[in-house]
Nanobody
Framework: QVQLVESGGGLVQTGGSLRLSCTANGRSLSAYSMGWFCQAPGKEREFVAAISRSGGSTYYGDSVKGRFTISRDNAKNTVYLQMNSLKPEDTAVYYC?????????????????WGQGTQVTVSS
């Protein structure tokens, strides 16, 4: 198991940007595919973005394509989610997740390591 910690959430106006970070203290993330998911009150957890272990492949949910970018810096042991052109509909808790699976990483099922989440609020 790996303990994931998200940071970078906050309150931003419509059209603004945030960059979320995900790290694991004392354990390398290089062997893991990584994903970001979000969950708004009363709604199911939703796929946002995922990235392969080397960073060579990325995947995005339809609602964030063209606005969000997932990246990783394995030397810094950090995964990022750059969030641009934010909308009120993006308001949610954002969770970082890790899996050693190679496939299906745009679904929550393969992930067995989850952070505690960071709140993103986009005001109208």
């Amino acid at each position: 198991q790996v303990q994931l910690v998200e940071s970078g959430g906050g309150l931003v106006q419509t059209g603004g940007s945030l960059r979320l970070s995900c790290t694991a203290n004392g354990r390398s993330l290089s062997a893991y595919s990584m994903g970001w998911f979000c969950q708004a009150p009363g709604k199911e957890r939703e796929f946002v973005a995922a990235i392969s272990r080397s960073g060579g492949s990325t995947y995005y949910g339809d609602s964030v394509k063209g606005r969000f970018t997932i990246s990783r810096d394995n030397a810094k042991n950090t995964v990022y989610l750059q969030m641009n052109s934010l909308k009120p509909e993006d308001t949610a808790v954002y969770y970082c997740a890790a899996t050693k699976a190679y496939s299906g990483i745009y679904y929550p099922t393969p992930y067995d390591n989850w952070g505690q989440g960071t709140q993103v609020t986009v005001s109208s």
